[in-house]
T-cell receptor, first 112, second 113 residues
Framework: DAKTTQPNSMESNEEEPVHLPCNHS???????IHWYRQLPSQGPEYVIH???SNVNNRMASLAIAEDRKSSTLILHRATLRDAAVYYC?????????????FGKGTKLSVKP | DGGITQSPKYLFRKEGQNVTLSCEQN?????MYWYRQDPGQGLRLIYY???????QKGDIAEGYSVSREKKESFPLTVTSAQKNPTAFYLC????????????FGEGSRLTVL
């Protein structure tokens, strides 16, 4: 069973920031938080991952709550190409990628 | 360019026929994975392999078989024992022991008529 809870869908306007929430109240101390996104008829694409501290990369930022029971993926300026299904996933540390459980994710729509 | 190549992209087969999906990677990754995705659903793990000549069952291995004779290749056979094989199949790879990125192929869409 998926260990994270995400909204089924969200909408955003182009060039505005998007905050995608994820709840993971049963997260363990060794669980990493991973985000992937999937465009229609394509394989998922890695976005970002983190353990405790907030993380930034060229695609997005990951804000992790102090108690680690929730996190938020931040897209700073949404573009039409960001329309995708976003998956928030927990992985229990080293070598766990194959055990990542992809739930239904959040379908993000971006309006021009 | 480095990456994962899945073939064919689309495949149609008659019921009762075995089908083999190809997955090749040139990323020098030790670990490789097969996932199945049904419409509107998440991904479910079929098989994974962390080293040549060794592989483990995932959550839905029944009706599927794999081999790992070479580091670069991890083919998946959908056998006639798989009751509902029509789905989108995704292959992935990663650095063994890493906490980071899982690299996916473009997927193979299998339709059983």
């Amino acid at each position: 069973d998926a260990k994270t809870t995400q909204p089924n869908s969200m909408e955003s306007n182009e060039e505005e920031p998007v905050h995608l929430p994820c709840n993971h109240s049963t997260i363990s101390g060794t669980d990493y938080i991973h985000w992937y996104r999937q465009l229609p008829s394509q394989g998922p694409e890695y976005v970002i991952h983190g353990l405790t501290s907030n993380v930034n990369n060229r695609m997005a930022s990951l804000a992790i709550a102090e108690d680690r029971k929730s996190s938020t993926l931040i897209l700073h300026r949404a573009t039409l190409r960001d329309a995708a299904v976003y998956y928030c996933i927990l992985g229990d540390g080293v070598g766990s990628q194959g055990n990542l459980i992809f739930g239904k994710g959040t379908k993000l729509s971006v309006k021009p | 360019d480095g990456g994962i190549t899945q073939s064919p992209k689309y495949l149609f087969r008659k019921e009762g026929q075995n089908v083999t999906l190809s997955c090749e990677q040139n990323l020098n990754h030790d670990a490789m994975y097969w996932y199945r995705q049904d419409p509107g659903q998440g991904l479910r793990l079929i098989y994974y392999s962390q080293i040549v000549n060794d592989f483990q069952k995932g959550d839905i291995a029944e009706g599927y078989s794999v081999s790992r004779e070479k580091k670069e290749s991890f083919p998946l056979t959908v056998t006639s024992a798989q009751k509902n094989p029509t789905a989108f199949y995704l292959c992935a790879s990663s650095i063994l022991g890493d906490t980071g990125e899982l690299f996916f192929g473009e997927g193979s869409r299998l339709t059983v008529l």
